[in-house]
């Protein structure tokens, strides 16, 4: 029997805190290479704006073996009231591949896409960091807010987007509530930037919406919005002042605009990228190396982050009898 788990389901057994231990441990087993991840199919239909991608892994630790469907339709939510990132995780025994637990993946994507927010900035940011920023106020942002509440100890996380004022409000007033912590609307996205000790990038932009000179020595970057090439949310300069960290370096020479660009440019190379991320945590790379240097962690999404998530997931539905047990035998 397998089990059919929702977007509830989901939401209940995998909170940001867990979350951000499991992408930890998976990025460490990926730059260990005791994890399998091969290159995401990705397909687009610019007819519809459609980014479709199949994103397997398996990582041979912990046994999590399974694939994402995941697609990024930026019409969605005007055209049909749809969200514009669905996604489906099917979770398999690494025993024998039968399929286990089949998943609402967009609630997960969102978790583990700020869980990766989190795992950077607790091992890049500065530890004095007080004042967080996050630039987008949309689905995706919600839990990148929750990671940095979770990862730092922060005064302040400000938050700016090109919704409209009461949008930006609402989204500030529940999160000062939901993290205890006071989070504010910022008046522009510079103002943001030059605040922050550590800013969040979480928006669908195409060209870049910050300024290299905006940003005050010590500050940490997570670059989180843009993963496909020839759109990026940071302009050059930007990356080329920064110590960049990858989720995974090749990952970010085959999509990430935000890397492409500037290379393309001649303004950087590959070997100006630092490392991955999991590098950093195995502690087989420095990480920051004083509190003056810009760090950047430029993430496009890892399959081990979908995957190790999605089988905690099953292994707490299992425990606690969540979900719908089917069986696809009939």
């Not at 969200?83 to 637990?101: H, S, W």
């Not at 938050?159 to 910022?186: C, L, N, P």
């Not at 195409?206 to 670059?223: L, R």
Request: charged share 20%.
């Amino acid at each position: 029997m397998a089990l059919l788990l929702n977007r509830s389901d989901v939401q209940k057994l995998l909170p940001m805190s867990k979350a951000i231990d499991v992408v930890e441990a998976a990025f460490g087993e990926l730059s260990a290479g005791t994890a399998e991840m091969p290159d995401r199919t990705v397909m687009i239909d610019p007819a519809v704006g459609g980014w479709i991608a199949y994103m397997p892994a398996y990582l041979k630790s912990g046994g999590a073996l399974g694939i994402k469907a995941v697609t990024v339709y930026k019409e969605n939510p005007t055209k049909f009231g749809l969200p514009t990132t669905i996604g489906t995780i099917l979770v398999q025994d690494n025993k024998t591949g039968v399929v286990v637990a089949a998943m609402d993946g967009g609630l997960l994507t969102g978790v583990r896409t700020g869980a990766s927010g989190g795992v950077a900035t607790k091992h890049l940011a500065r530890k004095n960091s007080k004042v967080a920023g996050v630039l987008g106020t949309g689905v995706m942002a919600r839990s990148q807010v929750l990671a940095l509440a979770e990862s730092a100890n922060l005064d302040t996380i400000l938050v700016y987007s090109r919704s409209d004022d009461a949008a930006k409000q609402a989204f500030a007033e529940e999160f000062s509530s939901t993290t205890g912590i006071s989070v504010e609307v910022a008046g522009s996205a510079e103002g943001l930037v030059r605040e922050s000790d550590i800013v969040t990038l979480i928006t669908s932009a195409v060209e870049p919406v910050v300024d290299g000179s905006w940003w005050k020595p010590g500050t940490h970057i997570n670059a989180i919005g843009s993963h496909a090439a020839g759109v990026r949310e940071l302009d050059s300069a930007t990356v080329v002042k920064s110590k960049i960290i990858c989720d995974q370096v090749q990952a970010c020479l085959n999509e990430a605009g935000d890397i492409q660009i500037p290379i393309e440019e001649g303004v950087l190379s590959a070997d100006d990228i630092h490392g991955s991320i999991g590098e950093v945590i195995n502690g087989t790379l420095p990480g920051r190396e004083n509190d003056e240097e810009v760090t950047l962690f430029k993430s496009v999404g890892l399959a081990v982050q979908d995957i190790s998530c999605a089988a905690l997931v099953y292994e707490q539905a299992a425990a606690q009898r969540v979900g719908l047990e089917f069986d696809f035998g009939g």
